[in-house]
């Protein structure tokens, strides 16, 4: 009898977690539905990170809510010493990670980290911490405008304070069957996974992108004005 109650109170409190994870993700997507400018929303993930599948979720929620939500999952590979080795990780997430806990002199990443608009880090399932931020930065940031051209495409950017852009260049979502690890057994998607990032110069507001940056397996790219790795002060997406 004593087993049973046990079992019960813990399934009442997994069903709790789930309704309250829900309610928090339904506030969140309620939050950007009025959305006009930019969010830039980046994900610092890992499928052997145990409590990273409903920041994935959340994540892959926001970006169909609006599409003003840039969203960027960012795999890292930090955890790949486990007994599962993320099949979308990339060493530069995990150096585009350590690089924002410098920038505001901390010593501490992890995951799930939401970063938005480079300037406020936040546990990437945390619907309602995450809602309360985009509000705050809801219009902080500018548009860049990305065209098509010949040999590839051009990002225009006015800006004084911008020597150079950041772009980003993503794949189509992604569903991953976790066959070990810590989400052994699990199904997750990733929305618009990381495959690659460089720096561009900006001449006279204008950055040339060529086509062979891109890559094949390309859904999209967006770009990103920023000094280092502070602020985001304006961002473009164009997806394929």
Known sequence: MKTIVILLFALTIILFNQISGQRAAAMTTAMVGDLKGPVV????????????PPADALLGQLAQANPAVIALTCPVTYWNHLSWRDTLSQEFCTARQNAYADARNSQRVFTPEAMINGRHSAVGSSGRNIADIIGKEAGILDRID??????????????????????????????????????????VSYTNPVIALYRLPLQNGRADIAANLILPAAAGFVILAQQGHGPITAAGQLKF
Not at 148 to 157: E, M, P, Q, R, V
């Open 41 to 52: 929303i980046e994900l610092f993930t890992s499928q052997s990170c145990s409590s990273c």
């Open 146 to 187: 990305i065209r098509a051209g010949k040999d590839g495409y051009t990002a225009h950017y006015d800006a004084h304070n911008t020597s150079d852009v950041v772009l980003v260049v993503f794949g189509k979502t992604h569903t991953q069957d976790i066959a070990k690890g810590e989400n052994r057994g699990a199904r």
